[in-house]
């Protein structure tokens, strides 16, 4: 059984900084993207960010900039390092793994990200 459990949200001033972790554990595949997505109240889950097996990165435009996405195949792990930190960034934060030979996918329990003075 694959889990993805996450950590490292927080209440945050804006500018501020936090760093999300999403630690794997179970047979997630070798090649595999591992994604950041968010979810604000009344809003619809968007993807913040991705990386491939590879190294391949995408963002987001509201983000680019100021987040990157990386990972430890080493620890199945994702990281999400958030600088400069806005208002708008407030959601709940979802890691997301996805085999991409199979398709099978995989969802984190969420953590909360709130930017605020």
């Known amino acids: 059984q694959v889990q993805l459990v996450e950590s490292g949200g927080g209440l945050v001033q804006p500018g501020g900084s936090l760093r999300l972790s999403c630690a794997a554990s179970?047979?997630?595949?070798?090649?595999?993207?591992m994604r950041w997505y968010r979810q604000a109240p009344g809003k619809q889950r968007e993807l913040v960010a991705a990386?491939?097996?590879?190294?391949?990165?995408n963002y987001a435009d509201s983000v680019k900039g100021r987040f990157t996405i990386s990972r430890d195949n080493a620890k199945n792990t994702v990281y999400l390092q958030m600088n400069s930190l806005k208002p708008e960034d407030t959601a709940v934060y979802y890691c997301?793994?996805?085999?991409?030979?199979?398709?099978?996918?995989?969802w984190g329990q969420g953590t909360q990200v709130t930017v605020s003075s």
């Open positions: 997301n793994v996805e085999n991409v030979i199979t398709h099978r996918a995989y």
């Open positions: 990386i491939t097996s590879g190294e391949s990165r």
């Open positions: 179970g047979s997630i595949g070798i090649i595999n993207a």
